[in-house]
């Protein structure tokens, strides 16, 4: 990631400064930030100023960063060549937005991750994160909460201005990571409380490319299903986003929720358990909650129970077949509406 990037701040000089926060204090990622101080220049927070990224990101925000606008990006972002100039350049011309969201593309991690990346990563990628590749004003900052953005919740895909953030998190107590909304999407929560309904600018030349399977909430999948995106939702709603973005949202989360809760039925760690009938009472009033709650059990076949409903599925499935279609009867009767 540093290679990509550092090469491409060098020529910057002042316009840019680089901070890289080790949340995990290794000796293999202190000698990588090392080494890369051959490449630009770089300013490195060695040890966590607190126990999670979060309050890491906080306290970074006010205490330490000098730069008017806050870009950030993950070990797994790979900057696209000229893409940093790329970003200063609009940034100048358009300094009167708050808001800046680039476009990006998506690979695959580690098959398709690179053994270097100097100058920046101009290698293979599966899709373009918005098929949009041109650069434009957004009169409505909501209009970017779509379903190819995943809501508007990737971190690496918004530029913004600090103040945003420190007003944000101005007498304001974070909990535990994962624990709500707001510490899963800190980044979208904020942006969003100072966006909404004021223009932004959108950068459709893919900045970066990411590299799916290395995220650091890998882990965290279900806590950010179950918990994060139905209370983002929730606030997306109080903000007031449209009906038809609303119903596009809902879809995209209820589409991957499913996946989610087959995947914690058939683990069966309790404390991911634990989320479903949190995740039900929160839900239960949305069409479909309780039929995907009940087809990921049976579909899970985590246990004796969702096997036997499984087959018995399987059975009043093929009954329903043969005395409606198959049987005598039924393609007589099948026949002769045909015929009418």
């Known amino acids: 990631m540093l290679q990509a990037l550092l090469p491409q701040v060098a020529p910057l000089g002042k316009q840019v400064e680089v901070w890289v926060i080790v949340n995990g204090a290794d000796e293999v990622t202190i000698k990588a930030v090392e080494t890369a101080q051959e490449l630009g220049p770089i300013k490195c927070i060695p040890k966590p100023i607190r126990e999670d990224r979060f309050a890491n990101f906080r306290s970074v925000i006010s205490t330490v960063l000098s ?3 806050v870009w950030l990006l ?25 808001s800046i969201y680039v476009n990006f593309r998506c690979a695959s991690y580690p098959d398709q991750w690179p053994d270097e990346a100097i100058g920046g990563y101009q290698g293979n990628y599966k899709y373009l994160g918005n098929a949009d590749c ?18 508007c919740t990737q971190q690496y895909a918004h530029i913004f201005r600090r103040a945003i953030l420190e007003t944000h998190f101005s007498g304001r107590v974070l909990g535990e990571p994962y624990s709500s909304g707001e510490t899963t999407f800190v980044h979208t929560f904020a942006i969003a409380a100072a966006m909404f309904g004021r223009p932004s600018y959108y950068i459709g030349s893919p900045s970066v490319t990411i590299f799916n399977g290395a995220q ?5 999948r279900a806590k950010v299903f179950l918990i994060g995106f139905p209370e983002l939702l929730a606030m997306y709603e109080k903000l007031g986003l449209s009906d038809e973005q609303l119903r596009g949202a809902h879809e995209f989360v209820a589409r991957h929720t499913r996946e989610i809760l087959v995947e914690v039925f058939r683990r069966g760690q309790p404390d991911q358990l634990a989320l479903i009938p949190k995740y039900f009472v929160r839900e239960w009033h949305r069409a479909g909650t309780m039929q995907a709650v009940w087809s990921a059990f049976v579909d899970s076949q985590c246990c004796w129970i969702a096997v036997a409903l499984k087959n018995m599925g399987h059975y009043l499935e093929s009954l329903r077949d043969y ?18």
Do not use: I, T
């Open 67 to 69: 730069g008017e606008f």
């Open 74 to 98: 993950g070990d797994h972002n790979l900057m696209a060549a000229g893409a940093l100039q790329n970003v200063v350049s609009a940034l100048e011309k358009q300094s009167h937005f708050d």
């Open 134 to 151: 041109e650069d434009r004003q957004v009169y409505r900052w909501e209009q970017l909460v779509r379903p190819e953005s995943a809501l």
């Open 216 to 220: 650091s909430w890998s882990s965290e």
């Open 323 to 340: 005395w409606f279609f198959n049987c005598r009867p039924a393609r007589w009767v099948r026949a002769h509406l045909e015929k009418r």
